[in-house]
């Protein structure tokens, strides 16, 4: 923009702080050229490398999802089926790992991550040195209650089994059902495949590399967990404020399945038209075998569940099955697809038995084929939105939750679940509470908490580990796709649990554009190609950026963080009218749309000297929720303690992570919650059609001119980080003050950048009183920073550019060839508001 530009739209009104504006910049391109400040320095680009490692999942034209050229298939435990427990001691070895092979395209990096591996993937290697490990459990050490070893790399894992060859008709199936966070896997030393993510399960067909082999069984698994932060496309993309544990997390194991068998059994309730739930609902029930199936062989049974307290931790749905329960067929087609067949089912049930909180009624379905049978947990409810209102809908009531949120971790195991027992213990004190809803954040727990959850009865909200993402990760993932497949593969895990009643794609994000665009993707994603009838949500900031933006039109329903006095001193009158203002403002931005608070909470400090401010916070927001009448729930954050890198120990919960004693605000929010309405009340609603958002492109990264680094033009061109709010006009930005440090966040999308070769970095500002001094913070990808400021303070009434210099920043503790953060502040700024444009390098 052009100093003329600016002066054109000097604002009227402002907001702006006392101590002056801080600017968090990215840099970008610059090209030579030369203005009144002197030659443009030469392009600083440096190459900025997003991991090329593919996702392994997709999903067909019939919507079936399939990974390294396999169905990926349903994992309930089935009495028919062999399996083989990898579970106990295996051989560990630390490498220190080179990320960025491990994040590269394998049909470029396998050969040289296997001759790295000096042979620790062949089944003759001599690991008789290496640390014995049981498994599943964290690679990091465990302390007790102090916060566990914060490893975050490469390890190899070994174990030599005796496991019975497959039979001449007969598959076998390798299934890590979590590896923390990127997978290679050899079989006897052949390399059977890769996976990254660690939440969520991955499954390797070993057949033919059994086959080939016969006799003892050797497994070796290469990890690497890619620190967070510094690697471009990971997902999460940044620290996250839970522990990024290393290593097989969850259990492991060998199923030896029926070649052209069931591999999957899907099961969708779904309301009728017209008709009350309670008299009569559906059930779209789809299976994928073998490519030989005739249609007309498949049996179904629909059986009621027999959840007795001694088979509440029942691995197998089989196990439960009771009476059977009258379904009608009501329609039956076939596709054929390479190497299976689609068969789907539609049944009818009359007066169902429906799932709910307060009643969670499970049925067992049971597939039967020539050969093999599959049984699977179900529930029959139905869930949606009010088409005239802004109610969530369960079984065509408007439906009101309370619940918590919930990190799986305990100090003895990390997020390893192996006692179910414990595990089935801690989910009941939830439910004990009165909670009606758990919110599993902020990733996929083990795929028995929501068996578990069907059977306790707990509303879930489910989650993938796209945390605090910004524009930059946004932009990673539109060409990397690696949340899509997280997405994914939690949607098929859980798809047939019926406690699951909405999927979560983010929590607490910047960039609200790019945001629109990454959630636009993956609801139509869901809706076009493999629908299951559940509610999309998303976690945003109450402040990020405010009541309304285009990310929550995405979403059936909007989801905020509430955290009103919990990082400041509100009084707590001062807090209830903040949240009932806010929430005000959220439904008056589009009426129609349902909301929930998916977290608020404060925490208990250091040996609780905050828990009586703690109680105090939750009495001051539960004033505002529950008076809210057209809030469709809130979650406390949360159950109980949880590790964090950041601050140690998360004392937010009910109780510390050890379960002994509980806080005063646990006696207070099981007091409300128990006194809150029934889940569902009123008269049958009608439900509007599932939300299919138009097409959204992602937003298209600038064309810089010559030598500008940032023109402001970009669709997500800052954020706020605090003290300001920002307004984008016609390509600049506007600061106007909220607090005593003002800052925003400014998106570049070309970063790291060498500024070696520059000798000034310079920022034409607009500031209307003038006298600001503005001082640079250069950040590095190492995260070193240092200062410089500039030479003379702003000028009163014009838009004039400010530079400081580089050249005395030669000796400077960080590294100038790799700066991926500039820090702008201008010091003792008067003016209610500035504007800023056009940063750019000498």
């Not at 505002?624 to 140690?648: E, Q, V």
């Amino acid at each position: 923009m052009t100093r003329a530009h600016l002066v054109g739209i000097l604002p009227t009104h402002v907001l702006f702080g006392a101590l002056g504006v801080v600017v968090l910049i990215t840099a970008a391109l610059v090209i030579q050229g030369e203005d009144e400040t002197g030659p443009r320095a030469p392009d600083p680009f440096v190459a900025r490398d997003v991991a090329s490692l593919r996702p392994t999942l997709d999903v067909t034209d019939h919507g079936v999802p399939v990974a390294a050229g396999d169905v990926l298939p349903s994992l309930e435990w089935q009495p028919d089926r062999h399996r083989v427990d990898l579970g106990g001691t295996w051989r560990s070895q630390r490498v220190e790992a080179d990320h960025e092979l491990s994040l590269t395209d394998r049909a470029r990096s396998l050969p040289e991550i296997e001759q790295r591996a000096g042979g620790r993937q062949n089944p003759d290697y001599d690991d008789s040195g290496w640390t014995r490990h049981p498994v599943p459990s964290p690679e990091n050490e465990l302390h007790g209650a102090d916060p566990p070893e914060e490893y975050q790399g490469g390890v190899w894992y070994r174990r030599t089994v005796d496991a019975p060859a497959p039979a001449d008709r007969e598959r076998v199936r390798l299934v890590f059902a979590a590896v923390s966070s990127i997978a290679d896997v050899w079989i006897n030393g052949r390399w059977v495949g890769y996976h990254e993510g660690g939440y969520t399960p991955f499954v390797v067909d070993v057949t033919d590399a059994m086959r080939e082999r016969p006799g003892p069984l050797t497994i070796s698994v290469r990890i690497d967990n890619p620190p967070l932060g510094p690697y471009a496309g990971t997902v999460p993309a940044q620290t996250v404020d839970w522990v990024n544990y290393t290593g097989i997390l969850q259990e492991v194991y060998l199923e030896y399945v029926p070649a052209g068998g069931i591999a999957r059994l899907d099961a969708v309730p779904r309301a009728l038209p017209g008709i009350d739930p309670r008299e009569r609902v559906g059930l779209d029930v789809t299976l994928v075998a073998g490519p030989d199936l005739a249609p007309e062989d498949l049996t179904l049974q629909l059986a009621h569940a027999d959840v007795r307290p001694e088979l509440l931790t029942a691995r197998r749905p089989a196990d439960l099955a009771g009476a059977v329960a009258a379904a009608e067929e009501t329609g039956r087609t076939v596709e054929r697809a390479s190497g299976h067949t689609v068969v789907r089912v539609t049944l009818e049930v009359a007066r169902p038995w429906l799932w709910s909180p307060e009643a969670p009624a499970l049925y067992v379905l049971t597939a039967s084929i020539p050969g093999d049978r599959y049984a699977t947990q179900v529930g029959l409810r139905t869930v949606g939105v009010a088409a005239d209102g802004p109610q969530v809908l369960l079984n065509g009531r408007a439906a009101r939750f309370v619940g918590l949120n919930r990190h799986e971790e305990w100090p003895d195991t990390g997020r390893t679940t192996t006692d179910l027992d414990r595990l089935a213990a801690d989910l009941s004190r939830i439910r004990d509470t009165g909670a009606t809803l758990l919110r599993t954040a902020h990733y996929p727990n083990s795929a028995m908490t929501y068996l578990l959850a069907d059977r306790i009865g707990l509303a879930v909200i489910e989650e993938i580990p796209m945390w605090w993402t910004d524009a930059y990760a946004f932009a990673d993932q539109e060409r990397r796709r690696i949340a899509d497949q997280m997405w994914r593969e939690m949607i098929f895990r859980d798809r047939n649990r019926p406690s699951v009643l909405a999927w979560s794609a983010v929590n607490e994000a910047r960039a609200q554009n790019a945001r629109a665009a990454y959630l636009n993707r993956l609801v139509r994603d869901l809706r076009l190609r493999y629908p299951d009838g559940r509610l999309v949500t998303q976690s945003a900031a109450a402040d990020r950026p405010g009541a309304d933006d285009p990310s929550r039109h995405q979403v059936d329903v909007a989801g905020y963080t509430v955290y009103a006095g919990t990082f400041d001193d509100d009084a707590p009158d001062g807090v209830t009218r903040r949240v009932a203002g806010f929430l005000a403002d959220v439904h008056a931005a589009d009426p129609r749309q349902p909301v929930w608070v998916t977290e608020f909470g404060a925490y208990a400090g250091p040996r609780d000297v905050k828990a009586d401010r703690q109680a105090e916070l939750f009495d001051a927001v539960w004033s505002a929720l529950k008076s809210d009448p057209y809030l469709s729930g809130a979650a406390w954050w949360s159950a109980a303690d949880n590790f964090t890198p950041i601050a140690g120990v998360n004392t937010f919960g009910l109780q510390p992570m050890d379960g002994r004693g509980r806080r005063p605000v646990a006696a207070k929010l099981r007091a409300a919650f128990q006194a809150a309405p029934p889940v569902t009340s009123g008269p049958l609603l009608a439900a509007r059609e599932p939300f299919v958002p138009d097409p959204l492109p992602a937003p298209d990264h600038p064309r810089l001119a010559p030598g500008t680094l940032s023109d402001f033009s970009a669709a997500d061109p800052a954020e706020p980080a605090g003290g300001a709010r920002l307004e984008t006009r016609d390509g600049v930005l506007v600061l106007h003050r909220t607090g005593e440090k003002p800052s925003a966040a400014v998106y570049l999308y070309g970063r790291p950048v060498d500024l070696s070769a520059s000798t000034r970095l310079c920022l034409s500002v607009l500031d209307p009183d003038g006298g600001a001094r503005l001082r640079f913070e250069l950040r590095d990808t190492n995260g070193a920073t240092t200062d410089v400021t500039a030479t003379e303070s702003t000028a009163p009434g014009a838009a004039e550019p400010r530079c400081a210099s580089l050249a005395d920043d030669r000796d400077a503790r960080i590294d100038l060839t790799r700066v991926d953060l500039v820090t702008v502040t201008l010091q003792n700024a008067s003016s209610e508001q500035i504007t800023i444009d056009d940063l750019t390098l000498f």
